[in-house]
């Protein structure tokens, strides 16, 4: 049998058939074009689940159930989203819509959590039994494995770990909060620091780098400058780094998972990125004298760890 997973996002919605060896054979698309009725977005997400199933050569008599991932606090119990400002859904039954539309259960889980949990059957956490993925985009995105399960806490809204406190008397956050992980090492936060470095080095590289259009910014500029030996970048750079390392610390003191992954566009500086957090982490880590640490690595995925995850929602061990 198959499964779809559906990656229900802000701003597309993707949906993919997946085998039993967790490998999408087709996948489908569309805009999701939010705000707007929920109904209307149940449609488009049974259309394109339909369409990657014809993609596959199969019917909906080849597919177990239908998982998806949605932004936002959701009850994977009952299959509702309580309440996403991406999507501005308030308490929405979104299984329950797309069961109508597909014919088969469907399964709903957050979006990192659904993600987390294609990196752990599948990817960068395979094989262990407590895993956490981190997610460093647009904002701070975690998932928490805890002894094969994901954990959301008991209301479901746990594990918004860019939500953590790293600095009570800094930047503010999207969320209204003083200080959290996300204000700091978001790829939104770099950006904005890479910029500040910019105006206090009207010399550096960087400059060159984006066309000297501080709008033509982004992640990796500030990478780029510490590769070509730029004093501002490589400064950006280290502080970046060390604000990833101070939340990351955090995650580990608290939960002492086997792996923790990291994700997102800038985790494509691979080594470049995980080495000096390893040395930051490790050093900073309240059971550092213990000789089984937690691995740092870069997820493996990429995009596909939603729908995969989603696809295996009703699964978990």
């Given at each position: 049998?198959?499964?779809?997973?559906?990656?229900?996002?802000?701003?597309?919605?993707?949906?993919?058939?997946?085998?039993?060896?967790?490998?999408?054979?087709?996948?489908?698309?569309?805009?999701?074009?939010?705000?707007?009725?929920?109904?209307?977005?149940?449609?488009?997400?049974?259309?394109?689940?339909?369409?990657?199933?014809?993609?596959?050569?199969?019917?909906?008599?080849?597919?177990?159930?239908?998982?998806?991932?949605?932004p936002g606090a959701v009850n994977p119990k009952t299959g509702c989203v309580a309440f996403s400002n991406n999507l501005d859904f308030y308490d929405v039954p979104l299984g329950d819509m797309l069961k109508?539309?597909?014919?088969?259960?469907?399964?709903?889980?957050?979006?990192?959590?659904?993600?987390?949990?294609?990196?752990y059957i599948a990817g960068a956490g395979k094989g262990t039994d407590n895993f956490i993925a981190i997610t460093l985009g647009t904002g701070v995105g975690g998932g928490v494995i805890i002894g094969g399960k994901i954990y959301s806490g008991s209301n479901y809204a746990g594990a918004e770990l860019g939500h953590v406190t790293i600095n009570m008397n800094g930047e503010v956050c999207t969320c209204g909060r003083i200080g959290c992980w996300e204000a700091y090492a978001s790829a939104t936060a770099l950006i904005r620091q890479t910029k500040q470095a910019m105006l206090r080095y009207p010399n550096s590289i960087m400059w060159q780098l984006c066309d000297n259009n501080p709008d033509n910014v982004n992640g990796i500029t500030a990478f780029d400058a510490m590769r070509k030996s730029d004093v501002a970048g490589s400064m950006v750079v280290d502080q970046y780094l060390y604000f990833v390392a101070v939340g990351i610390a955090n995650v580990l003191n608290i939960f002492q998972p086997e792996v923790i992954c990291i994700g997102g566009g800038i985790s494509h500086e691979g080594d470049t990125l995980i080495a000096p957090i390893k040395r930051l982490v490790y050093g900073d880590n309240f059971a550092r004298n213990l000789s089984k640490k937690a691995d740092i690595k870069v997820a493996q995925l990429g995009n596909d760890a939603g729908i995969i995850g989603a696809a295996y929602l009703n699964s978990q061990k």
């Open positions: 049998m198959y499964r779809i997973g559906i990656d229900l996002g802000g701003t597309n919605i993707v949906a993919g058939v997946v085998n039993e060896d967790y490998k999408i054979i087709s996948r489908s698309s569309t805009k999701t074009n939010a705000p707007r009725p929920a109904g209307q977005i149940a449609d488009d997400m049974a259309k394109v689940a339909k369409e990657a199933v014809e993609k596959a050569g199969l019917t909906m008599a080849d597919i177990e159930y239908v998982g998806i991932g949605s109508e539309r597909m014919g088969v259960d469907c399964f709903v889980e957050n979006d990192a959590n659904a993600a987390a949990y294609g990196e």
